[in-house]
């Protein structure tokens, strides 16, 4: 929906381009929302208008997953800070904002033991040297001021 500026119809000719250039390459059954944070358009709109049947999907990973621990680095950060849209439907309660570093993700799995954990993660942020890591963190610095000033106004 943010590609295409809310317009349910050039959304769904981007989404079915897309996704047929996924399968050329690897069978896709789930997808899941990504990007455009900033955007007044939520991506996961687009499932007003359409159904998963439509383009041979069992679901969407923020709308059809329920019941599970969730951790997530959007944002740059373990924690619920700097996350606007990134929470699943329907969440087990965990202690998600005390978690700030990755130990502390991995003391609180071993702490709670869940069944089942849904651990999401951007490792293209994950800097391998100290001056893509300062870049990195200037990067998502000026896009999570952003997320704040966003926050505020709407």
């Known amino acids: 929906m943010s590609k295409a500026d809310g317009d349910p119809v050039y959304a ?3 989404f079915s381009h897309e996704i047929d250039d996924f399968r050329r390459y690897v069978p896709v059954k789930t997808v899941c ?3 455009a944070p900033l955007s007044k358009y939520d991506n ?9 049947e439509d383009f041979g999907l069992s679901g969407e990973a923020y709308l ?19 996350k606007i849209r990134d929470k ?15 130990l502390d993700l991995i003391q609180a799995i071993e702490k709670n ?4 954990a ?10 391998g040297s100290p001056g893509e890591w300062l ?19 709407r």
């Open 12 to 14: 769904k000719e981007l």
């Open 33 to 35: 929302m990504h990007g």
């Open 44 to 52: 996961r709109d687009f499932w007003k208008y359409y159904s998963f």
């Open 64 to 82: 059809s997953i329920n019941g599970v621990y969730y951790y997530s680095d959007t944002g740059r950060t373990w924690s619920g800070a700097n």
């Open 88 to 102: 699943l439907k329907s969440q087990i309660n965990s202690p998600s904002d005390s978690i700030i570093s990755t």
């Open 113 to 116: 033991k869940p069944h089942v």
């Open 118 to 127: 849904y651990i999401l993660t951007h490792p293209e942020r994950w800097a």
């Open 135 to 153: 870049f990195l963190l200037g990067m998502d610095a000026a896009v999570n001021a952003g997320k704040k000033v966003l926050s505020v106004i």
